[in-house]
């Protein structure tokens, strides 16, 4: 396995939109819900590079393009937010998710935040368990009322530097 972490700047506009469209290809209500916003994501990433390569990055295996992760540093040195964090459905359930994630941290623990915080869906069990093996815990859950409440409850996690 040759798995790398490259610079979002290192691709073209719309990468972003299209590794986010696939990891949630397996139910249309997802791009029916949140596709704008992923364009809006891509968009803002591909017009602040510099930004897009201190709080985000694309994982590479065997040079192809399989997954991303992003946080917002806005709220620092309080707390970093993980932002979109996905691998492509084809390599879903390999742990590449949970590699990407670790790295991710590592970034983060750089950037002089005192924790991390991180959102799901109760329904997104994959992607609880993967917060979870990687330290990540329950700090509460709230209802969701918005366009992705067939995915479940929100649920909230945290994790705290040293």
Same mark, same amino acid.
């Given at each position: 396995?040759?798995? =790398?972490?490259?610079? @979002? !700047?290192? #691709?073209? +506009? ?6 986010? !469209?696939?990891?949630?290809? #397996? &139910? %249309? ?5 949140c596709g704008a916003d992923w364009k809006e994501f891509d968009d803002f #990433? #591909? ?5 897009? &390569? +201190?709080? /985000? ?5 065997? /040079? ?17 937010? $993980?932002? =979109?964090?996905? $691998?492509?459905? !084809? =390599?879903?359930?390999?742990?590449? *998710? ?10 983060i623990a750089g950037q002089d935040a005192g924790k991390i915080v991180v ?13 979870? %093996? @990687? /330290?990540?815990? @329950?700090? /509460?859950?709230? *209802? ?10 929100? @649920? ?7």
């Amino acid at each position: 396995m040759a798995m =790398h972490f490259r610079k @979002v !700047s290192g #691709f073209n +506009r719309g990468i972003l939109f299209e590794l986010l !469209s696939d990891a949630y290809s #397996f &139910d %249309s209500r997802w791009q029916e819900c949140c596709g704008a916003d992923w364009k809006e994501f891509d968009d803002f #990433f #591909f017009d602040n590079p510099r930004i897009a &390569d +201190r709080y /985000g990055f694309i994982t590479v295996l065997n /040079g192809k393009p399989v997954g991303l992760a992003s946080w917002d540093p806005r709220k620092m040195p309080e707390y970093v937010e $993980i932002g =979109h964090n996905c $691998i492509i459905s !084809s =390599h879903k359930g390999n742990g590449y *998710g949970a590699v990407q994630l670790r790295e991710a941290l590592r970034r983060i623990a750089g950037q002089d935040a005192g924790k991390i915080v991180v959102t799901t869906n109760a329904r997104m069990l994959p992607a609880r368990r993967m917060y979870e %093996s @990687v /330290g990540f815990t @329950v700090c /509460g859950t709230r *209802g969701n009322e918005s366009r992705t409440a067939f995915s479940g409850d929100y @649920v909230d996690y945290e994790m705290m530097l040293p």
